[in-house]
């Protein structure tokens, strides 16, 4: 290993050393031939006018021509090594990302509006970008394998169950089957959901150009809401003096919304009422949900959106909570550069509210150019 990694330092430093000597090589003697032709110009005219020159003055003459020639290069390699500077810092950079893809190391940024610069940046923006799909690639392969185990545990044991009962008993034939495919459905939304969060935490916003009605997008949903849960009494609060526009795609907007109205369904208590409210500030919208259940000590609201918290793990899994939800709600929030708040007390309920930043084109055309 030691010996293939002192070949390729070898190898890499012999393609800067020969790229270093070709580009000087070759400044050196466009100027050289310049020098060249000069001198058998400045010879020729000499010769022409005044007879054949002294032979002392054709030597000095050639050792201007040789000297002058050896300081071009010494010029044009000296030149060389600086144009090539942050070629050989962008090298350094993804060499250290070769060998370890979280590195803190990335090029420094110089001053020069030029062609490196722009390199520059880009090269960094992209090890950001890498870094962050690999940690979310990690997170998410290390959430997979903990998350998973207790499920596969219990198919498992329906499994053996099966095979030393159930070929004698209809009883435990049906009931191990159930509960396996109940196992393999949580299984399934668990990993869906994961994938929901590892999407949220990797939005490039700088690409979004959607433009949503935040107003119109709640009325959907808490239409929505009424229609598929009849026993329920939703009101809404629309406060908005004109249309809000948010920057943000529709779908998003939907899912966080559909994760909190579908979080205070999940958690009402006898007095199943849900409350959504809709207000504006002169740069940033306001959505609220607001449920009358059972509500979150302060020690739970302080973790309620980390990732598989889940305040009662029983409950939770009974009403087929993975303690994802609001953690892709926040995420996603926070992607389009807003905040998600709590407020909630035990015995009385939950508010979640939204601020998102409204969309203005004056500044998005001011940022564009």
């Avoid at 070949?7 to 310049?34: D, P, Y």
Wanted: aromatic share 8%; net charge negative; proline share 2%.
């Amino acid at each position: 290993m030691d010996h293939d990694r002192n070949t390729n330092t070898t190898e890499k430093a012999a393609r800067r050393f020969s790229l270093r000597w070709q580009l000087a090589i070759g400044m050196a003697s466009g100027f050289f031939v310049i020098f060249i032709i000069f001198a058998l110009i400045v010879t020729a005219l000499v010769q022409k006018y005044y007879g054949n020159p002294p032979d002392a003055m054709v030597l000095w003459l050639w050792a201007i021509v040789i000297l002058g020639g050896f300081a071009i290069f010494i010029f044009a390699f000296l030149l060389t090594r600086l144009i090539l500077r942050p070629v050989t810092s962008i090298e350094s950079t993804i060499e250290a990302f070769e060998d370890d893809p979280m590195t803190d190391v990335r090029v420094s940024e110089v001053g020069a509006n030029d062609e490196f610069s722009d390199l520059t940046r880009i090269l960094n923006r992209t090890i950001d970008r890498l870094q962050g799909l690999i940690g979310a690639q990690q997170q998410f392969v290390s959430d997979v394998s903990h998350e998973l185990r207790t499920p596969v545990a219990i198919v498992k044991g329906h499994m053996e169950l099966l095979n030393r009962w159930g070929k004698d008993d209809p009883e435990v034939l049906d009931d191990s089957i159930k509960s396996s495919l109940a196992e393999v459905q949580r299984m399934e939304t668990l990993i869906n959901e994961m994938l929901n969060l590892t999407r949220a935490e990797q939005i490039p916003i700088e690409n979004i150009k959607e433009i949503t009605d935040v107003g119109g997008t709640v009325h959907r949903v808490y239409d929505n809401f009424k229609l598929i849960h009849p026993d329920f009494i939703f009101t809404l609060d629309d406060d908005l003096s004109q249309q809000a526009e948010v920057k943000i795609r529709q779908d998003h907007m939907e899912q966080i919304l559909i994760i909190l109205a579908d979080n205070a369904v999940k958690y009402s208590l006898d007095r199943r009422e849900i409350h959504f409210a809709l207000s504006q500030t002169a740069n940033r919208v306001e959505i609220g949900v607001q449920d009358f259940g059972e509500g979150l000590s302060a020690k739970d609201s302080q973790r309620v959106f980390d990732r598989f918290y889940r305040v009662d793990k029983a409950r939770s899994r009974a009403k087929g909570g993975n303690g994802l939800g609001l953690s892709i709600a926040q995420r996603l929030v926070e992607a389009y550069g807003g905040e998600i708040a709590l407020e909630s007390a035990e015995g009385s309920g939950s508010i979640f509210t939204i601020h998102l930043p409204l969309y203005n084109e004056d500044d998005n055309e001011n940022a564009g150019s």
